[in-house]
T-cell receptor
Framework: GESVGLHLPTLSVQEGDNSIINCAYS??????FIWYKQESGKGPQFIID?????DKRQGQRVTVLLNKTVKHLSLQIAATQPGDSAVYFC????????????FGKGTKLSVIP | NAGVTQTPKFQVLKTGQSMTLQCAQD?????MSWYRQDPGMGLRLIHY???????DQGEVPNGYNVSRSTTEDFPLRLLSAAPSQTSVYFC?????????????FGSGTQLSVL
């Protein structure tokens, strides 16, 4: 999940296993959510997004689940690979007409070969 | 199509020095923004712009100035650098047309203020 304080939460998974990264968002009016991947020394890269009228969206090896009742978002990565090692951020867009994404603090995923 | 380009990649300043971080995008995006990233703090918005000639403050604007004279460029100026401005800076842009809210990021500038 998202961090409090100076240290990022870390998720360590074995290569080939599935990873689940969680995110709690704050604004019940948010209608768009996005996951980014940030490798060391690089800028955040888009992974997948989802609108609030959906519960689930799938991409290539990734799935995002949205639970609006408890304001929870998760990113599932299937068959995790060493190249998936990175920090993952969720972000929310609070409502129609807004263009300012609010970012979570991130979760570090470490893949054990 | 280069996307969002930031220069320089690394910079070391002394307290009180000034400098400009450059950002350019070639996607004809109306919206451009600057974020700083500090350990455990996530990405925090400094300034943003929704078009040429229009800028506004984000969450942490103090100590930074911006201008938007063209659609492509959005430089960030530090007028008198302070150690508290040591951080990694990211420029990001997106279109405001249609329903694509995806934000595209540059590769970042690592700034150290001594």
């Amino acid at each position: 999940g998202e961090s409090v304080g100076l240290h990022l939460p870390t998720l360590s998974v074995q290569e080939g296993d599935n990873s689940i990264i969680n995110c709690a968002y704050s604004n019940s009016a948010s209608d768009y959510f996005i996951w980014y991947k940030q490798e060391s020394g690089k800028g955040p890269q888009f992974i997948i997004d989802i609108r609030s009228n959906m519960d689930k969206r799938q991409g290539q090896r990734v799935t995002v689940l949205l639970n609006k009742t408890v304001k929870h978002l998760s990113l599932q990565i299937a068959a995790t690979q060493p190249g998936d090692s990175a920090v993952y951020f969720c972000a929310e867009l609070p409502g129609a007409g807004s263009y300012q994404l609010t970012f979570g603090k991130g979760t570090k995923l470490s893949v054990i070969p | 199509n280069a996307g969002v380009t930031q220069t320089p990649k690394f910079q070391v300043l002394k307290t009180g020095q000034s400098m400009t971080l450059q950002c350019a995008q070639d996607m004809n995006h109306e919206y451009m923004s600057w974020y700083r990233q500090d350990p455990g703090m996530g990405l925090r918005l400094i300034h943003y712009s929704v078009g040429a000639g229009i800028t506004d403050q984000g969450e942490v604007p103090n100590g930074y100035n911006v201008s938007r004279s063209t659609t492509e460029d959005f430089p960030l100026r530090l007028l008198s650098a302070a150690p508290s401005q040591t951080s990694v800076y990211f420029c990001a842009s997106r279109t405001l047309r249609g329903t694509n809210e995806k934000l595209f990021f540059g590769s970042g500038t690592q700034l150290s203020v001594l």
